[in-house]
């Protein structure tokens, strides 16, 4: 099978897919809620990670999604059951937000492995949320 041809990236993926990781997260919401305004479009509250919200607006709306998706998992995945009512909402929001993640991490990483700034992105979210479900994601040209 012949891999896709690369696609060219915007200026602003290319950016962020060379970008450092930042060393250090922003300490408050008053420091998210800076990173979202200077995020370059509306990043949906459910995004929450800082370096997923700097990302958010150079990719593609599946990955947009995804990123969504799996912030909302990891926030109810951080949460103590502390009764049985909890209990249930917990199991049904992990039902809802996290199960079937490794599918759609493996379709998003098919889909956009041509494209270098989305894969880059995506190893990136990989190491956030140890996602790694043994695919070969390896930067472009490495």
Do not use: W
């Not at 479009?41 to 150079?58: F, L, Q, T």
């Not at 996290?98 to 098919?110: M, P, S, W, Y």
């Amino acid at each position: 099978m012949t891999a896709a041809p690369a696609v060219k990236a915007p200026a602003a993926v290319e950016a962020i897919a060379e970008a450092e990781p930042a060393t250090e997260q922003p300490s408050g919401e008053e420091d998210l809620d800076k990173v979202r305004a200077a995020a370059g479009c509306p990043v949906p509250e459910d995004v929450y990670d800082v370096d997923d919200v700097r990302i958010y607006c150079a990719m593609p709306a599946d990955v947009q999604a995804f990123l969504a998706r799996e912030n909302t998992c990891q926030h109810f995945a951080g949460e103590e059951p502390y009764d049985d009512e909890r209990r249930r909402e917990l199991e049904e929001a992990s039902a809802k937000y996290c199960e079937g993640r490794e599918k759609i991490f493996t379709d998003l990483v098919a889909r956009h492995r041509g494209d270098c700034a989305v894969r880059a992105a995506l190893i990136g979210i990989n190491g956030r949320y140890d996602l790694d479900f043994d695919l070969d994601l390896k930067p472009c040209g490495g």
